[in-house]
């Protein structure tokens, strides 16, 4: 057992007292969580206390604190074949540029009709993902740890997964026995995160034991909580007021031709904002106004990433001064209207998709 252990990280779960852990909901609501861009109706929980994810749109939810070192189990089961799901963990607070997922280490769970490739295996694969680094245990000679056994249910059955993460290092025992394991990893300290991504997902006895924190590299820290919230729900126009050609697109939102989306709240005082974009091949501009300022933006400017690649525009009103940046650069810096109320309005003339739409109050 020691030789298949150190060579690919196989073991057996011994028991550990409940009282060493604690619940991460309370079959009520998501207290103790953030509903980082998703919509009211895709997280509830039923009858049973059992928390539902209906799979639409693609996101996630990500709990208030922090963790570095911690035992996470949990229980799954998709309620339909082919579904997509998984658990991130030392996550950053908001999603990734251009992303509906944050920056951080996935573990995979999918169901077992998806079927398996070299690339990928319906459960237990462990990944670093949008900027986040690992080095695999049992890789295939990228950065994806692939599990050595296959011990996953189909839908409707339940699997338990325990995910250990420790100064950085990482392994996972699906219906217990440790398959999978990743070192080296970050970040190493942030939010951990269930994701939605189209498939009807049920979980129970989320439960977490904390371990005791060690030193860790500054760089290693995931993005704390800079108080944004979301404004497109993925799933409906709720939230906004459009002129012709704009569409839900899941996780985006696209606009066609010559037209305006306003936001139906109005923001005042001084706020930051991020909104990411990209241009399709016939577009001539976008644009974002706000209380009597507004941005054009040209899919030309050098600043820009090219036709059909995302873009991260940060925003922020600061007294009468409306600044824009587009991927870490200052784009333009404009005079806006003194104590004005206004929507938040996006503009396009020709095929524009718009996602990750966050704003906070400064």
């Not at 079959?27 to 009211?40: E, F, I, K, M, Q």
């Not at 996972?172 to 189209?198: D, F, M, Q, W």
């Amino acid at each position: 057992m020691s030789l298949l252990r150190a060579a690919f990280g196989i073991a057996l779960i011994g028991s550990i007292q409940a009282e060493d852990f604690r619940p991460l909901f309370n079959g009520r609501d998501l207290t103790g969580w953030v509903v980082v861009n998703t919509a009211p109706s895709t997280w509830h929980f039923d009858a049973e206390g059992l928390l539902v994810c209906s799979g639409k749109p693609i996101g996630e939810i990500r709990t208030e604190r922090m963790y570095q070192n911690f035992i996470l189990e949990l229980e799954w089961r998709h309620l339909v074949p082919k579904g997509n799901a998984g658990v991130f963990v030392w996550a950053d607070d908001i999603t990734a540029r251009g992303q509906p997922f944050h920056r951080g280490i996935e573990v995979q769970i999918l169901e077992e009709a998806y079927g398996n490739t070299r690339s990928y295996t319906t459960h237990g694969d462990i990944f670093p993902i949008h900027g986040a680094t690992m080095t695999p245990v049992n890789g295939r000679g990228g950065s994806r740890a692939f599990p050595v056994e296959n011990r996953a249910k189909p839908s409707p059955e339940w699997n338990h997964y325990r995910i250990e993460c420790r100064d950085g290092s990482i392994s996972l025992a699906v219906n217990g026995k440790v398959v999978t394991r990743g070192e080296h990893c970050s970040p190493s300290k942030g939010y951990i995160c269930l994701e939605s991504e189209g498939g009807v997902v049920n979980y129970r006895n989320v439960r977490l034991r904390e371990l005791p924190d060690t030193p860790v590299d500054a760089k290693d820290v995931a993005i704390a909580n800079r108080g944004f919230r979301s404004l497109y729900t993925g799933v409906d126009l709720s939230g906004w007021r459009t002129g012709d050609g704009w569409k839900v697109n899941d996780w985006i939102l696209s606009s066609a031709g010559l037209s305006e989306a306003r936001s139906e709240e109005n923001f005042a005082g001084d706020l930051g904002f991020i909104i990411d974009f990209r241009f399709g091949k016939a577009a001539k501009f976008a644009s974002v106004s706000l209380r009597g300022a507004k941005v054009v933006l040209d899919p030309c400017a050098p600043v820009m990433a090219p036709v059909a690649k995302w873009n991260r525009l940060e925003g922020r009103v600061s007294g009468e001064k409306l600044t824009i940046r587009v991927n870490g650069q200052d784009v333009d810096s404009v005079t806006r209207e003194a104590g004005l109320d206004s929507p938040l309005t996006l503009g396009s003339d020709g095929p524009v998709d718009w996602a990750n739409f966050y704003v906070r109050y400064q």
